[in-house]
């Protein structure tokens, strides 16, 4: 076989593929995707049988160790998880350093990379073993960080996380208690917020992924390289498109202006204008986690006997795209995204938090690409190159004669 990158160093070709569209970063075999047929699977299960069957803490055991997990399995990583849920007191302090103003996903960046200080065995991850309690404190503490954060942004005081409590009831329970009011979530509650992390538990290269590897390549622990994906994550074309599409829909609802002048805007480039929540650089038919989560907002609006209006222009907008060229011609058919905010309003679930809840979601995922790369024997820092197109001679100047 050629050796390609060999060949490329002793002939000094490079090859300049902007935003990475046809590159190949790695192999991996935790998520198998297929754009053109819509097809998302996990360690080779259909994303579909694992949004009916099953949930996001099996999902996470999936995604990171390759197989499903058997009981024993199962209850000893929920058991890691409620144990390792507290954060140190030296982290809880940090949440008083923040402005009430702040982000609550550079809040989450910083408080993962600063639990780095607080880990002990960081670098000692070379067994299942050692991974299982460091993936579980990981996964744990960025539920607890994500609750506090949201509690110091709205000035209440910080719940402690309840050890008789499961992984997502656990969640809603630090985000929503307020003292002397206790608050036992609904189970259509903590089932559509199970899915809805499901769904975002892994999803091969993007952007997040791709700098997680980046940034374990160097061998940086765990830690800190899922804080840098939190970083990418936050970017309105990634994760943050999920605040952008409620942000794109209440804009609709509150201005009045028709659906179709909407998407005129969003045609004509000047505008800079995109249809959030539209479009996927690997689906090109339709992203099945969309669909997915199109029915359970359904379902579960109709179960809480909510009427969202959000839902009706959602529902307009989607019929408006799928019957206009310009998207057609494109292919570019809501994604992940646009759903999933409607059903995170149903639960309650504040707008700048949108994008801290697929972080939760995506940390099985980050954790297991973290984990391809460590164990790769291997693994070679990640260094891509450049086409430099700056002047190439110059020479200093004499501040005087500048
Ligand atoms: N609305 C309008 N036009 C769009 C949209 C959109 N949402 N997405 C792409 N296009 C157009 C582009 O303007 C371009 O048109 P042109 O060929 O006339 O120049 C063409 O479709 C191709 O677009 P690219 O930007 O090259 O597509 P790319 O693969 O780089 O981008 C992305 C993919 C970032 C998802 C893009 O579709 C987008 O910006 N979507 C809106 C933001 C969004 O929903 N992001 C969430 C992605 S999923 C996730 O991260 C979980």
Redesign the pocket.
């Known amino acids: 076989a050629v050796d390609i990158s060999k060949l490329r160093a002793e002939s000094g070709y490079i090859t300049l593929d902007e935003?990475y569209?046809n590159t190949g970063s790695c192999r991996s075999a935790i998520t198998y995707i297929d754009g053109d047929q819509g097809i998302l699977r996990y360690r080779g299960i259909p994303i579909e049988e694992l949004a009916e069957k099953s949930s996001f803490i099996e999902v996470a055991w999936l995604v990171i160790f390759g197989t499903l997990p058997s009981k024993a399995d199962r209850d000893r990583f929920s058991d890691l998880l409620s144990e390792h849920s507290a954060l140190p007191t030296g982290m809880l302090k940090h949440f008083e350093g923040f402005p009430p103003s702040a982000h609550p996903m550079a809040i989450l960046s910083a408080m993962i990379n600063a639990q780095s200080a607080y880990e002990p065995g960081l670098m000692q991850i070379d067994d299942d073993a050692s991974l299982e309690v460091a993936a579980a404190r990981l996964m744990s503490k960025v539920r607890t960080i994500a609750a506090a954060s949201y509690k110091s942004s709205v000035g209440q005081p910080i719940m402690h996380p309840r050890y008789d409590m499961r992984y997502v009831e656990n969640f809603l329970h630090m985000m929503f208690t307020v003292p002397n009011r206790p608050y036992e979530p609904a189970p259509e509650v903590a089932k559509a917020l199970n899915l809805f992390l499901l769904l975002h538990a892994d999803?091969e290269q993007?952007?997040s992924t791709s700098t997680v590897r980046m940034v374990a390549s160097s061998q940086a622990n765990m830690f800190a390289s899922c804080a840098a994906g939190v970083c990418a994550l936050w970017g309105?074309?990634?994760?943050g498109?999920n605040v952008?599409?409620i942000e794109m829909l209440e804009f609709i609802k509150e201005s009045g202006m028709p659906v179709s002048e909407y998407m005129e805007k969003?045609?004509d480039?000047d505008s800079r204008l995109?249809?959030?929540?539209?479009?996927?650089?690997v689906y090109k038919n339709f992203d099945p986690r969309s669909k997915i989560l199109k029915k359970a907002a359904d379902d579960m609006l109709e179960q809480m006997d909510v009427d969202d209006p959000l839902l009706h222009i959602a529902l307009e907008v989607e019929a408006a795209a799928l019957a206009d060229d310009y998207f057609v011609e494109?292919k570019?058919y809501p994604?992940?995204?646009?759903y999933s905010g409607i059903i995170l309003r149903a639960i309650g679930i504040p707008v700048d938090m949108f994008t801290v809840m697929f972080a939760m979601g995506r940390m099985p995922g980050w954790i297991a690409n973290w984990k391809e790369i460590h164990d790769d024997p291997k693994s070679r820092i990640y260094r891509p190159r450049q086409i430099y197109t700056g002047p190439v001679d110059q020479h200093w100047v004499p501040r005087d004669e500048r």
Request: hydrophobic content about 40%; overall charge positive; charged content about 20%.
């Open positions: 935003g569209g999803h993007n952007c309105p074309l990634h994760g498109a952008a599409v969003v045609k480039k995109r249809l959030m929540g539209f479009g996927h650089r494109r570019l994604n992940v995204d646009f």
